[in-house]
C-alpha cells in the first residue's frame, strides 16, 4: 500500500509487538514505548540472564515487567528502495509525538515495483482517480515527488498528511 511497507512513513515503520511472560507481564497490558527491531535479540539476552554488550539494540526488559516506561527517546528508520525499485535512499527520526524524514534524492521521482508495477490494479485504480479527483492525484504526486525535509506531528496528523517542514 502506498505509504505503508517499504517506506519511512509512520503505517511502513509502525508494528505491533506482543509479549507473553506468565506471571511477570499481566495480560492486556499497553505500552507506547519506543521499541525498535535491533531491541529485541538485547532483551531476549537480558531475559536469558546473559550480559549485552556490543549491540546497537537496548533491552526492553525493564519496560515490559512495568519497572520503565521508556527506554528509548527517539527511534531511528531507513529505507534505501532496494531491490525494490530504483535507489531512493529516505532516513527518519521520530520520538512519541514528531517524524523528521529526509528523502536524500528529492528530485527523482519514487518507484516501488511490487506496487507500481504496470498491471497492479490497486495503484492503477488510484491514478485513474486521479484524473477526476483533485485529492486522489495530490496523493499520487506525493507519493512519488517527495520533498527532501518531511516533519509530521502525529498527535494532530497521524496519518502524516500535512508536512509542516516550511511552516515556521
Known amino acids: 500500500m502506498p505509504f505503508g511497507k517499504w517506506t519511512c512513513y509512520r503505517y511502513g515503520q509502525s ?4 509479549v ?3 506471571g511477570k ?3 492486556g497490558v499497553h505500552s507506547d514505548a519506543l ?3 535491533e531491541d529485541i535479540l538485547p532483551t531476549l539476552i537480558d531475559l536469558a540472564g546473559g550480559h549485552v554488550e556490543g549491540l ?4 526492553q526488559l525493564d519496560v515490559f515487567l512495568g519497572k520503565e516506561s521508556d527506554k528509548r527517546q527517539w527511534v531511528y528508520g531507513m529505507h534505501n528502495n532496494n531491490p525494490e525499485g ?3 535512499p529516505i532516513r527518519s ?20 515495483k511490487h506496487m507500481m ?4 490494479n490497486m495503484w492503477q485504480s488510484w491514478i485513474t482517480t486521479g484524473k477526476s479527483n483533485d485529492y486522489a492525484q495530490w496523493l499520487v504526486d506525493r507519493f512519488v515527488k517527495r520533498p527532501a525535509i518531511e516533519f509530521y506531528d502525529h498527535e494532530t496528523d497521524p496519518w502524516e498528511l500535512n508536512n509542516l517542514a516550511n511552516d515556521p
Request: hydrophobic letters at 30%; zero cysteines.
Open 93 to 112: 527520526i521520530q520520538d512519541k509525538r514528531y517524524k523528521l524524514i529526509e528523502n536524500l534524492t528529492p528530485d527523482s521521482a519514487y518507484y516501488e
Open 15 to 18: 508494528s505491533a509487538m506482543i
Open 25 to 27: 507481564v499481566p495480560a
Open 86 to 88: 530504483p535507489i531512493y
Open 20 to 22: 507473553r511472560y506468565p
Open 35 to 37: 521499541v525498535q527491531y
Open 117 to 120: 508495477n504496470e498491471g497492479n
Open 56 to 59: 546497537d539494540g537496548i533491552s
